[in-house]
């Protein structure tokens, strides 16, 4: 039996996973990567690591933290240790490029993209999409600074007339916008490399869309009427695209995840966004009647963890 260790830098989406843990009796710890120090030269302690690395730690003041754990799961990985989501999961995690390359691999189809650094670039990346573009910061984070352009002329403009428009070091992915038939898109839950379930998810009030309970009491993050069905849980979703996103996970070595999707007018289904660090919204899972139960999104979490460590036995559930 190992303890399991939870690297994180989120104090607000952490008490769900550890009330999950808590809640089976089993023996965890928080790695905290917001500070602290990594050392290069120890052996770490035997457990299993669950890396829940968020692309948008730097909106918290911790923009150091991915590299730190990058540091971390290296010298866990030299060392043997069970890490689940590695550190190509966490290279993943904090590139949205590196996320399309993982898509093109897998055969998925996702919407034209290009990386570029600077105005200058980055309008001309924007001249090679015909229609409306989105610009994103590359290391995501919730949907911050995820913007809309009607076409590559009003991009041009807008970088043209904004002074700080965008940062002159920082690289952005200049996408194809597009238009979904609904305004929805739906987020596709793996734990354990396993589909877990899927989430309709209501865009119609904009583009921040993380479902954390946290963000929904904080409005400053998501927006708080989040409550208002913005986030229904569908148990059977047997899409096509679930067998490919399964194998892109195994590929990249990635356990825990929600994988994003957009469906246009046409039908045909774009992927977009692989968020390594998931949450899920207790909401949610309520309104579906799978809260506490292993459907579950940290119920389902934990007891991978706890049977990958050896604290629970294959058949064990819930701890009285
Ligand atoms: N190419 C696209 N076409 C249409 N809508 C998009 C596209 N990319 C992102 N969006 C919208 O913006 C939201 C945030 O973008 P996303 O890439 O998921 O960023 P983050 O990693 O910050 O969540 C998406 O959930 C979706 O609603
Ligand atoms: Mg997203």
């Given at each position: ?17 550890a ?27 035997d457990?299993v ?37 590695s550190?190509?999961?966490?290279d ?13 691999r897998?055969g ?14 980055i309008?001309?990346?924007?001249r ?36 700080d ?124 009647g ?6 579950a ?24």
């Open positions: 039996m190992k303890p399991i260790f939870v690297i994180h830098e989120n104090e607000e989406w952490y008490p769900p996973l009330e999950a843990l808590e809640s089976r009796g089993l023996d965890y710890r928080e790695l905290h990567m917001g500070s602290g120090m990594v050392d290069l030269s120890a052996t770490p302690a457990g690591y669950y890396n829940r690395m968020s692309a948008s730690s730097w909106t918290r003041e911790h923009a150091a933290a991915p590299q730190l754990t990058v540091a971390l799961l290296e010298n866990l990985e030299l060392h043997g240790r069970r890490v689940v989501n550190s190509r999961a966490l993943l995690e904090i590139s949205k490029a590196r996320q399309c390359a993982a898509m093109a897998a998925l189809r996702f919407p034209r993209s290009l990386l570029a650094v600077g105005r200058d670039d309008a001309a990346a924007a090679t999409i015909a229609g409306p573009i989105i610009l994103k910061p590359d290391c995501g984070g919730k949907g911050i600074g995820v913007q809309l352009f009607s076409s590559a002329d009003v991009l041009d403009a807008h970088l043209k007339s904004v002074d428009a965008v940062a002159p070091d920082t690289p952005m992915l200049v996408q194809a916008y597009i238009e979904p038939a609904e305004p929805v898109i739906i987020r596709n839950e793996f734990v354990g490399g396993e589909y877990l379930y899927s989430v309709r998810v209501d865009t119609s009030e904009g583009f921040e869309l993380c479902p954390a309970d946290a963000c929904e009491i904080d409005d400053s993050a998501c927006p708080a009427e989040a409550a208002a069905n913005k986030f229904q849980i569908l148990t059977d979703f047997g899409h096509p695209n679930l067998a490919p996103y399964k194998r892109l996970l195994r590929d990249q070595g990635i356990e825990i995840a929600g994988i994003e999707m957009i469906t246009d007018s046409n039908g045909d289904v774009w992927t977009y966004d692989i968020n390594i660090n998931t949450n899920y919204n207790g909401q949610a899972e309520e309104e579906c799978i809260a506490g139960t292993e459907k999104g940290m119920m389902a979490v934990s007891g991978f963890l706890g049977h990958l460590s050896g604290q629970l036995l294959p058949s064990q559930e819930a701890a009285e």
